[in-house]
């Protein structure tokens, strides 16, 4: 018994490390054919690098003091941006949820009137919506034209992602919770959330690294963010290259960062579960 525990923990072993050896493979291929084609379209236009002058636009030391350049302003401001829309965009779509699960036949109409007028638009008109005819009328400022619109945006996918979860709990548990007395708060908090979790995470770590990437959109408003921290690099220095080079490696930063935070926090809830 022991030998053929052994036996399958070595196979296993082998399939991970075989695995690992092949995903870095793919990843050194598919990295050098992305390295080859910049550099064979850079050849062809007679581009000249300019690699060296990248750094002033990140930080500067100005008399021992560590002065931070626009790309890290506007990297700064499209954090605060996303993770005030990953917290309202999820607040909202959780709401959106409940109205679409409970027996109030106008919360039903409203939920379902906001996500079909959501989902089946594109983001730049709600943007231009939220810009040029709800900020001035609600006076609000373009930051938080920029975090309204992502969170409405993004939380209408979220809103079905937690619906999904929540449904895909069986109806016995949640019987069961009525049995013992519990009220239907209750059984959200102890009985369906905790079962639908590992369900939702997965598709939600999906929208929240959208929800990243679409916040880029906010230039268009003169948010000053990231991407257009870029767009007034590029025409000072004619560095198009090294700019969005350096601009897309830091949203990858930013959502390979968060993609690990969520698949942690699933893998922990995956624990908790088995150990409740």
């Known amino acids: 018994m022991k030998n053929q525990t052994s036996n399958i923990v070595a196979a296993r072993t082998k399939r991970r490390r075989n695995s690992a050896i092949t995903d870095t493979f793919q990843l050194l291929i598919l990295g050098g054919g992305l390295i080859w084609l910049v550099l064979r379209g850079a050849a062809e236009m007679n581009y000249v690098w300019q690699w060296h002058r990248v750094p002033q636009y990140i930080y500067k030391v100005i008399d021992g003091e560590l002065i931070f350049g626009p790309l890290i302003d506007g990297l700064l401001v499209t954090l605060e941006i996303g993770a005030y829309s990953i917290v309202l965009g999820l607040v909202i779509g959780l709401i959106t949820a409940f109205l679409r699960l409970s027996d109030s036949y106008s919360g039903k109409l409203l ?9 089946n638009t594109p983001l730049l008109i709600q943007l231009f919506v939220f810009y040029f005819v709800l900020g001035p009328i609600f006076e609000i400022d373009r930051f938080w034209v920029a975090v309204l619109c992502i969170s409405f945006f993004e939380g209408s996918f979220a809103a079905e992602i937690i619906r999904g979860g929540i449904v895909s709990v069986p109806k016995g548990q949640v019987e069961a919770g009525a049995s013992l007395g519990l009220s239907r708060a209750a059984t959200y908090r102890y009985i369906t959330l905790p079962q639908a979790l590992p369900i939702i995470l997965p598709p939600l770590a999906g929208i929240l690294v959208n929800l ?3 916040s880029a959109i906010v230039s268009v408003i003169a948010v000053f963010d ?10 000072e220095t004619f560095m198009a290259f090294e700019i969005w080079i350096t601009v897309a490696s830091m949203y990858l930063v930013i959502t390979i960062s968060l993609s690990i935070v969520i698949s942690r926090f699933e893998r922990y809830m995956k624990r908790s579960t088995l150990a409740g």
């Open 226 to 235: 990231l991407t257009t921290s870029g767009l007034d690099i590029i025409p």
């Open 212 to 214: 990243i990437k679409h």
């Open 111 to 119: 939920a379902t009137v906001y996500l079909e007028l959501v989902r």
